[in-house]
């Protein structure tokens, strides 16, 4: 396993990379490392999330998993076999919880040298509200730098995600890697207590996770929170990095201050544009760009829809697949991103494979095939954006056809948005 595991790490990363294009990891130098580690992370997207981290890890990573995974003999024999140790849960199992087992494993791991995958939070949660954490990841810390009398170097790297939308294809995702925790440090702590060392490494922990994440209070509060994102980055476009930190300002803003008129303003705008079925970037593109720029955008429109539609053909099975599993059959919302990617991983290879067999059995051509090859997933990459570019400037030519009171009305509480996010931005 130590052999395929560099081959399982590329096709990782090249996965992640079709489906996340649009990830920036941030303070990436922490994750090239040679001590013991246990790396705790937040986990919101099941188990997309430990693929983000271990595949950009230059160590190589174990996984603390969910001891239900290991349950049956298919699933005991594939999680044992790629790097996963069992642990149980209390919100799994009612009665007494016994991890001696898991522990003894994990502090022999880690004493060995070892680098290990944790959710600190103890599950994944969907959503980017905060989660208090578990103590489990300062026990086994303490517990495997104690057998070693304090000498052994092991740290805790937190590592924050925040996705733009888990489940979507082709959305952001920032990575935010923090500053190792040394654990020998909390040996004083661990001499007046293992409860007491445990909480003060716990509360540290969890100071220094919640700086590398957007952590919304609840999920109404992070509604509104990615509507002013919207917003404010189709006006001011920035940076993934820079978008995060601004992000991260505003939400400490809005805790801080509870600015009603803005929250009032986001949440009656938005329904304007759920009323007359427009997004933000369609208001935006027709405030601001000039007519003869709306005409390019259309020129270009008309002289992209043949390579659309051939990209379409040429996708439209492989992508539909895993599209209708995890529509059609309702798999629960963490896991789609996850099951959608899986299936992609067989329904892609599997098509393009028969459509290139077929294609040259009808032209018995070698370069007109590799051609058709080549073609196949840049034109179904460019049939994704231009169909969602059709619809923004599809939805823009819509506004010209509303009355003037009602674009206005539009633009005015955009506008207003704008003013007031901009405002709260700048205070000091």
């Known amino acids: 396993m130590k052999l395929i595991y560099p081959f399982l790490k590329w096709l990782t990363r090249f996965v992640l990379w079709i489906y996340y294009p649009k990830t920036t990891v941030l303070n990436r130098q922490n994750l090239k490392f040679d001590q013991p580690t246990i790396i705790a992370c937040s986990h919101p997207n099941t188990m997309m ?47 007494s919880v016994d991890n001696n087992s ?23 949660y969907w959503g980017r509200h905060w989660m208090s954490l578990k103590t489990g990841t300062a026990r086994m810390a303490l517990l495997t730098e104690a057998a070693h009398n304090f000498e052994r170097g092991l740290r805790i790297l937190p590592v924050g995600l925040n996705y733009e939308a888990p489940n979507y294809f082709r959305t952001k995702l920032v990575i935010h ?5 040394d654990v020998r440090t909390y040996k004083a702590a661990h001499e007046q207590g293992f409860r007491h060392a445990v909480n003060v490494l716990t509360h540290d922990l969890e ?47 809005i805790q801080a201050e509870q600015p009603k008129a803005l929250l009032q303003n986001i949440d009656e705008y938005f329904e ?25 955008d259309w020129l270009w429109m008309i002289g992209g829809f043949p390579i659309f539609l051939y990209g379409l053909i040429n996708n439209a099975i492989p992508s539909f697949i ?15 991103a996850t099951v959608k990617m899986v299936i992609g991983l067989f329904t892609f290879p599997i098509f393009y494979g028969i459509q290139t067999a077929l294609v040259h059995y009808y032209f018995q051509n ?46 005015q509480r955009r ?12 205070e000091q």
Not at 53 to 68: D, I, Q
Not at 385 to 405: A, D, L, P, Q
């Open 207 to 253: 100071v220094a996770l919640q700086a590398l994440e957007i952590s919304p209070s609840d999920e109404e509060e992070d509604s509104l929170l990615k509507k002013l994102e919207i917003v404010i980055q189709n006006e001011l476009p920035a940076s993934k990095k820079e978008e995060f930190f601004r992000t991260q300002s505003i939400l400490k803003k």
């Open 366 to 411: 070698i370069w007109l095939t590799l051609g058709y090859l080549i073609t196949l997933m840049p034109t179904g990459l460019f049939a994704w954006h231009y169909f969602g570019w059709s619809k923004m400037v599809t939805k823009r030519w819509k506004i010209n056809r509303f009355r003037k009171e009602v674009q206005n009305t539009l633009l």
């Open 415 to 426: 506008q207003s948005i704008i003013d007031n996010g901009l405002a709260l931005l700048n």
């Open 177 to 181: 890697v923090g500053e190792p925790i």
């Open 49 to 95: 999330d430990p693929l983000h981290v271990a595949s950009r890890t230059k160590k190589m990573v174990h996984f603390l998993a969910n001891a239900n995974l290991f349950a049956t003999p298919f699933g005991n024999w594939f999680y044992s076999t790629f790097f996963c140790i069992p642990i149980k849960r209390q919100i799994d199992d009612r009665k």
């Open 102 to 124: 898991s522990f003894d494993r994990v502090i022999q791991f880690l004493a060995g040298g070892g680098c290990l995958w944790i959710a600190p939070e103890g599950g994944s």
């Open 322 to 336: 895993p599209y209708y599993f995890t529509n059609s059959r309702q798999p629960y919302i963490g896991y789609r």
């Open 272 to 296: 304007l544009l759920k009323k007359y079925k427009l997004e933000d970037r369609s208001v935006m593109h027709f405030a601001k760009l000039s007519p003869w720029l709306k005409w390019l």
